[in-house]
């Protein structure tokens, strides 16, 4: 049961947060923060500072989770599933979309950079 429910969820998130991640990504400083690897995606469905924060990367982070926050909440109350249980499918699919060269956080907690290779990605992922 749990498994179909996060299957289904993230069948929704690829669909549903297509949106989200775009609208960011045309944001000149989230590009080139992403590009520079100040911020990298995690599990947690939340973008993550690498490193040392400035203002102006915090708050643009912020922000960018708050709206991701939002989006979840709305998608999770739809799905009939708990906001984290949604947040982390999502994560999952936004850490499996990484490219060779943006930064992602490892079940340990460690920042990689993508490779060619697949993500090493939690193992509650769908």
Known sequence: MRNAMLAGIAALTVFGLAAGPAQAQRDPAYAAARAAGK???????YLGIVGAADPALQRLVDDINIKRRAVY??????????????????????VARTTPGEKYRTPDGSWQTRTDAAPIRDARCP
Do not use: I, R, W
């Open 39 to 45: 911020v990298g995606e995690q599990a947690d469905g």
């Open 73 to 94: 909440a709305e998608k999770a109350k739809e799905n009939n599933a708990t906001l984290e249980a949604y947040a982390l499918t999502a994560g999952c699919q936004a």
